[in-house]
T-cell receptor
Framework: QKEVEQNSGPLSVPEGAIASLNCTYS??????FFWYRQYSGKSPELIMS????GDKEDGRFTAQLNKASQYVSLLIRDSQPSDSATYLC????????????FGKGTKLSVKP | NAGVTQTPKFQVLKTGQSMTLQCAQD?????MYWYRQDPGMGLRLIYY???????DKGEVPNGYNVSRLNKREFSLRLESAAPSQTSVYFC????????????FGQGTRLTVV
């Protein structure tokens, strides 16, 4: 069974700090990786995608991928209370499991 | 841009009743998906349609049926609702099956009593 693991949290950080969210995956053949943000009562919203090893930056968000360690992370710089949400890691495993496997999410709380 | 639109947003059913959740996308995507999300369980794939005319089971298909009506529309049917089907249901689409990411509809909160 292909799996994606995330710490469920809650992860609490003060406003202005860096929030670090982590994800590990079991399928070594996975090729693409995504971070979704989900506010309470809302649908998941894509915020980052990463396809190759290293860092990818988009505004205050940085995704980091290490395929050798089967590890992907999301850093949120200058965290704001509006960043408080659950962050879902998703991994493209292909095959009969319908393409994307989601982690259960990490709940982030940014305290003013 | 509407993106992915689901109806209804909320529904309460009695055990044994049937209903169909509707989903439509206007992004010209080939692949569509139905997920359910339960506390502590994350998003689980019910059924997907890799392309118009095809449907396949996901992780939790029991108790559900789907229809890919055309390229835009993908419906999910509960023939005889059970309390275990109380959940939030999300429809999603992607450009094609091998090309995520997925884009989600706003969800349907279903309660079966």
């Amino acid at each position: 069974q292909k799996e994606v693991e995330q710490n469920s949290g809650p992860l609490s950080v003060p406003e202005g700090a860096i929030a670090s969210l982590n994800c590990t995956y079991s399928d070594r053949g996975s090729q693409s990786f995504f971070w979704y943000r989900q506010y309470s009562g809302k649908s998941p919203e894509l915020i980052m995608s990463i396809y190759s090893n290293g860092d990818k930056e988009d505004g205050r968000f940085t995704a980091q991928l290490n395929k050798a360690s089967q590890y992907v992370s999301l850093l949120i710089r200058d965290s704001q209370p509006s960043d408080s949400a659950t962050y879902l890691c998703a991994v493209n495993v292909g095959g009969s499991q319908g393409n994307l496997i989601f982690g259960k999410g990490t709940k982030l709380s940014v305290k003013p | 841009n509407a993106g992915v639109t689901q109806t209804p947003k909320f529904q309460v059913l009695k055990t044994g009743q049937s209903m169909t959740l509707q989903c439509a996308q206007d992004m010209n995507h080939n692949s569509m998906y139905w997920y359910r999300q339960d506390p502590g369980m994350g998003l689980r794939l019910i059924y997907y349609s890799a392309s118009e005319g095809t449907t396949d089971k996901g992780e939790v298909p029991n108790g559900y049926n789907v229809s890919r009506l055309n390229k835009r529309e993908f419906s999910l049917r509960l023939e005889s609702a059970a309390p275990s089907q109380t959940s939030v249901y999300f429809c999603a689409s992607s450009l094609d099956f091998r090309n995520p990411p997925l884009f989600f509809g706003q969800g349907t909160r279903l309660t079966v009593v």
